[in-house]
């Protein structure tokens, strides 16, 4: 069994929300959305109660990112590995803008990415047939990352 294999059912999703992206204009779009909605959202949820472990703060990010991540390995532990170092930044980095910030990246990135698929896609948003999309958009830009890092 190879470790790193990653499995039908996330290829499957893969291949699904990229056909949904194919226009350049929308897919750049999406390349710096995605990221500062995942952000936002690590932000909104720093807003929490946290919690220390051994000295250590944590809270909603970190568990989501955890989560996340679980599902990640549990389908491609390769995307799931670059997520890690990706995630821990952005969740540290969240916690020190104030929510008002977190809510115009968040509103600016989504009205973007509608744009992106009114006027250059002409489609709906994949998030529209299905809400797996919001797990698996950050892996299609990972998988992207992977593609260029790979020698």
């Given at each position: 069994?190879?470790?790193?294999?990653?499995?039908?059912?996330?290829?499957?999703?893969?291949?699904?929300?990229?056909?949904?992206?194919?226009?350049?204009?929308?897919?750049?779009?999406?390349?710096?959305?995605?990221?500062?909605?995942?952000?936002?959202?690590?932000?909104?949820?720093?807003?929490?109660?946290?919690?220390?472990?051994?000295?250590?703060?944590?809270?909603?990010?970190e568990l989501a990112l955890a989560a996340l991540l679980a599902f990640y390995a549990q389908h491609d532990l390769k995307l799931a590995l670059l997520a890690v170092p990706i995630g821990a930044v952005m969740a540290?980095?969240?916690?020190?803008?104030?929510?008002?910030?977190?809510?115009?990246?968040?509103?600016?990135?989504?009205?973007?990415?509608?744009?992106?698929?009114?006027?250059?896609?002409?489609?709906?948003?994949?998030?529209?047939?299905?809400?797996?999309?919001?797990?698996?958009?950050?892996?299609?830009?990972?998988?992207?990352?992977?593609?260029?890092?790979?020698?």
């Open positions: 069994m190879d470790l790193f294999r990653r499995s039908e059912r996330m290829q499957r999703w893969l291949d699904w929300y990229g056909a949904d992206h194919r226009n350049p204009v929308n897919h750049r779009i999406h390349i710096i959305c995605i990221p500062l909605i995942v952000f936002s959202a690590m932000g909104f949820m720093g807003l929490s109660h946290h919690w220390t472990f051994y000295g250590v703060p944590f809270g909603l990010p540290v980095l969240a916690r020190h803008l104030p929510w008002q910030a977190h809510a115009g990246i968040f509103a600016a990135a989504w009205i973007a990415q509608f744009i992106g698929h009114g006027v250059y896609e002409k489609n709906r948003p994949s998030l529209m047939a299905n809400l797996i999309s919001l797990v698996v958009a950050p892996a299609y830009l990972l998988d992207g990352l992977l593609v260029k890092l790979k020698p």
